[in-house]
């Protein structure tokens, strides 16, 4: 069973930056992996993917603001976020894809408010 723990989130002021991370209790290196967010009422939706060799994919609403990245020897995943929006507000979650099972975080909140 892989855990995944979620850091960083917070408030920030609209454009503002902020890091996300994302710390796994083995290794991350062969698997893809991925921040997801929520908010009230509706369903969790993909912000940004990486694959084993690096690959990205973002949402369209998150591209060219936010950078996704791994460290595999720290078996951690990161989630760069810059110009940050009151639309960004959300839990972000972390997961992991092990060949057909998925683990996901407890969740880190952002704040985008005034």
């Known amino acids: 069973q892989v855990q995944l723990v979620e850091s960083g989130g917070g408030l920030v002021q609209p454009g503002g930056s902020l890091r996300l991370s994302c710390a796994a209790s083995?290794?991350?290196?062969?698997?893809?992996m991925g921040w997801y967010r929520q908010t009230p009422g509706k369903e969790r939706d993909m912000v940004a993917t990486i694959t084993a060799s690096g690959i990205a994919d973002y949402a369209d609403s998150v591209k060219g603001r936010f950078t996704i990245s791994r460290d595999n020897a720290k078996n951690t995943l990161s989630l760069q976020m810059n110009s940050l929006k009151p639309e960004d507000t959300a839990v972000y979650y972390c997961?992991?894809?092990?060949?057909?099972?998925?683990?996901w975080g407890q969740g880190t909140q952002l704040t985008v408010s005034s």
């Open positions: 083995e290794s991350i290196s062969s698997f893809s």
């Open positions: 997961r992991l894809r092990r060949y057909s099972k998925l683990y």
